[in-house]
C-alpha cells in the first residue's frame, strides 16, 4: 500500500460502545495518513488482498478483536459477534465456532507455549483458558463482575502472555479500572501486581498488550502512553520505547522478531532490538487493507499477515508483493 506524506484533518467520531467513554478524550481517531502518529519506515513490501474467508450462509462475524495461527495450522478470529470464536482452514475454510452468549466484549486472544487458547473479555471481567477443542481448562475472574486481584477477581482485562514457566501477566484496567499488570501463577493463584495510573516509568495508562521474550522480559504496550515499556518476571522496570501514534497490539515471532499494529495510525510495523521501527505497512482510511484501528494482529507460518480491526470493523490480510 502507498504511504502518503500529507496531513489530512483529524475525524473526532462517537465510539463510546467501542472504545469506552473514558478513552475517548485519548484516542486520536485518523480520517486519512497523520505523519505526526506515523513512524519514519521504509515500506514493508506487503499489499492488501481480501481476507477469503468462508462465513457461512446465515453465520455472522462480529468486529474482529485478535487473531491467532494455531499449531493446527487454523486461524482462529476472536470478534465481538455472536460467534466470538471462529476457526478457520490455511485455505479459508471455516471449521466451527463457538463461545456463544459466553462473552460481553471480546479483547485479547493468546497462545500459551503448549498450544492452548487463552481469551481476555473486557467487559466480562475474565481470562479463560481453553484448549484447541474449545474446552474450558481454567478461568481467571468472575463473569460480569470487576473487582481486585486480591479478591479474585478482574477489571478490565485487556491482554496477557504466559512464560515458559507458566505464570501468566494480565493487563487489566482499559479505562474505567485501575490500569495495573497482575501475576498469576500456572494454576491461577494471584502472586503479585504492579502499575496504577500514570506517566512515570511503571505507571500506566491503558495497558493495551503485551509479550514475552525467550529471556523472560515482558512488553506492555502503555497505550495512551504512546509507549512499550519493559520488565522483568518480578515487576522491575528496565525501559521504554517511544512512539508517536497509539501502540494497540504486539506480535512476537518465535525467531524474535517483534511486531507493532499502532493503532489509530493505521500502521503495522516491525521493530528492531531496540523497538525502532525498520518497516512499515498500511495507513487510516475506509479502502482495502485501510484501518479504522489496527488493534491486534499475527503473522501466518507462509507469512502472510492477519490484522483485527475492530473500529472499521474489518479483518485485514497482507501478503508479500511479488
Known amino acids: 500500500m502507498a504511504r502518503l506524506d500529507r496531513l489530512v484533518p483529524l475525524l473526532a467520531i462517537g465510539l463510546v460502545f467501542t472504545l469506552g467513554p473514558s478513552m475517548l ?78 462473552y460481553e466484549r471480546p479483547h485479547g486472544m493468546r497462545l500459551d507455549p503448549e498450544g492452548n487458547i487463552w481469551t481476555t473479555d473486557v467487559n466480562g471481567h475474565t481470562v479463560r483458558k481453553m484448549n484447541l ?3 474450558v481448562l481454567l478461568t481467571i475472574g468472575t463473569h460480569g463482575q470487576p473487582g481486585d486481584a486480591e479478591d479474585g477477581l478482574l477489571n478490565e482485562p485487556t491482554d496477557l502472555t504466559i512464560n515458559a514457566a507458566g505464570d501468566i501477566f494480565v493487563l487489566v484496567g482499559h479505562g474505567r479500572g485501575e490500569p495495573r499488570l497482575v501475576k498469576f501463577d500456572k494454576h491461577g493463584t494471584l502472586v503479585t501486581s504492579w502499575g496504577g495510573p500514570g506517566t512515570e516509568p511503571g505507571k500506566f495508562d491503558t495497558p493495551h498488550s503485551i509479550v514475552v521474550d525467550a529471556a523472560g ?52 510495523l516491525t521493530l528492531d532490538k531496540n523497538g525502532k521501527a525498520t518497516a512499515a ?14 488493534h491486534y494482529m499475527t503473522v501466518a507460518p507462509n507469512g502472510d499477515i492477519w490484522v483485527a480491526d475492530t473500529v472499521k470493523p474489518d479483518l485485514h490480510k497482507f501478503v508479500k508483493r511479488q
Open 281 to 294: 505497512t498500511g495507513e487510516p482510511g475506509k479502502g482495502l487493507g485501510e484501518f479504522g484501528e489496527a
Open 133 to 135: 477443542d474449545g474446552e
Open 217 to 268: 522480559l515482558l512488553y506492555v504496550a502503555d497505550r495512551q502512553n504512546r509507549r512499550i515499556q519493559i520488565f522483568d518476571e518480578d515487576g522491575k522496570y528496565l525501559r521504554e520505547w517511544a512512539y508517536k501514534g497509539l501502540p494497540c497490539g504486539i506480535h512476537l515471532q518465535e525467531d524474535g522478531q517483534m511486531w507493532l499494529a499502532s493503532g489509530f495510525a493505521g500502521e503495522i
Open 25 to 102: 478524550a485519548g484516542a486520536q481517531i485518523l480520517d486519512g495518513p497523520d505523519p505526526a502518529q506515523m513512524e519514519d519506515a521504509p515500506d514493508l513490501g506487503y499489499r492488501a488482498v481480501p481476507h477469503g474467508l468462508e462465513i457461512p450462509a446465515g453465520m455472522e462475524m462480529g468486529a474482529p478483536s485478535s487473531v491467532v495461527w494455531t499449531s493446527r495450522d487454523h486461524l482462529i478470529v476472536f470478534n465481538r459477534g455472536p460467534n466470538p470464536l471462529m476457526a478457520f482452514e490455511a485455505d479459508g475454510k471455516f471449521i466451527r465456532a463457538w463461545g456463544q452468549g459466553e
